[in-house]
């Protein structure tokens, strides 16, 4: 168990993307975010969706980071 978190320790430490990814999710959620909200051309579900998906995307850039 040791040896697997000295890895991913090493993995955070190493990965350029894990500098950039976090900033640009926590800029561009709530970015989107006002955008919605200016313009009122979503339905309450296409919001939770966009939610969902975005989270989906920082996950996949999280991996992708790490296979690399």
């Known amino acids: 168990m040791m040896s697997v978190l000295a890895s ?6 190493t990965v350029s993307a894990t ?3 976090p900033v640009a999710a926590f800029t561009a959620v709530p970015a989107l975010a006002a955008l919605v909200a200016l313009t009122r051309s979503l339905q309450p579900d296409d919001t939770i969706l966009g939610g969902a998906l975005t ?14």
């Open 8 to 13: 991913e320790w090493t993995k955070l430490r």
């Open 55 to 68: 989270g989906a995307v920082v996950g996949q850039l999280g991996a992708a980071s790490s296979v690399s």
């Open 19 to 21: 500098r950039w990814a």
